[in-house]
């Protein structure tokens, strides 16, 4: 048996479904929610667009915050950004 992400357990404060949205859709949406969310808090973007994967990591850490990872699910990738500021 595999390890489980540890990403799995993670309860985000808010989730943003940008499913069939294609980039740059995602990461607006994402911009947007981190706005919503108290510092410290956790945001998971679900989407599929394998851009995304890319996208929000390099935006998080020019915006200051953090990165945590994403899991593969089947046909879309779910993506946690830690609010810093």
Known sequence: MADQNPLADLKPDKTVD????SCPG????????????????????????AGTNADIPVWAKKMGHEFLGSI??????????????
Request: proline share 5%; glycine share 10%; no cysteine.
């Open 18 to 21: 940008a499913r069939g949205t």
């Open 26 to 49: 995602p990461l607006l949406e994402t911009k947007k929610a981190i706005a919503t969310i108290p510092v410290g808090g956790v945001l998971e973007t679900i989407s599929s667009d």
């Open 72 to 85: 593969e699910e089947s046909g879309y990738w779910r993506v946690f950004v830690r609010r810093k500021k």
